[in-house]
């Protein structure tokens, strides 16, 4: 039992992490034009801002470091990425469409969804090692 509750802050803390990156994801893929709600007709928007996205993405280690990793060596203080746009856009574009709270919104849902499954995966780590 003591090696469960030895082990289980390092095994939360990957869990957390890739909850964190699977968050981040989820974000980027509701950065989409029914959040962005541009008044500019699509037809006249070069896709710059939406696609920016991607490349504003920062993250921990990968999902396959993550999944790879031994418990004993694993990086602390990696709980951490961002996400935004990288184009540069009009101020205006920015005071008369709010739409990171949309995105952030669309997302949470589903990002709550990868923080509730990394809790129950460190408590089946901790009972797999208490029986």
Do not use: C
């Not at 890739?18 to 007709?41: C, L």
């Not at 993550?66 to 996400?83: M, T």
Request: proline share 5%.
């Amino acid at each position: 039992m003591s090696e469960a509750f030895e082990k289980a802050p390092k095994e939360m803390e990957k869990n957390v992490q890739k909850a964190i990156v699977a968050g981040i994801f989820e974000i980027d893929k509701r950065a989409v034009d029914d959040n962005f709600q541009f008044k500019t007709p699509r037809s006249q928007r070069t896709g710059w801002l939406q696609a920016s996205f991607a490349f504003g993405v920062k993250v921990g280690p990968s999902q396959t470091q993550l999944n790879n990793l031994n418990i004993r060596s694993f990086p602390h203080g990696v709980l951490k990425a961002s996400i935004g746009p990288t184009a540069n856009y009009a101020e205006r574009v920015h005071m008369n469409n709010r739409f990171l709270p949309r995105i952030r919104n669309a997302a949470t849902p589903a990002t709550q969804k990868h923080f509730s499954d990394a809790l129950e995966m460190t408590k089946r780590f901790v009972e797999s090692k208490t029986l």
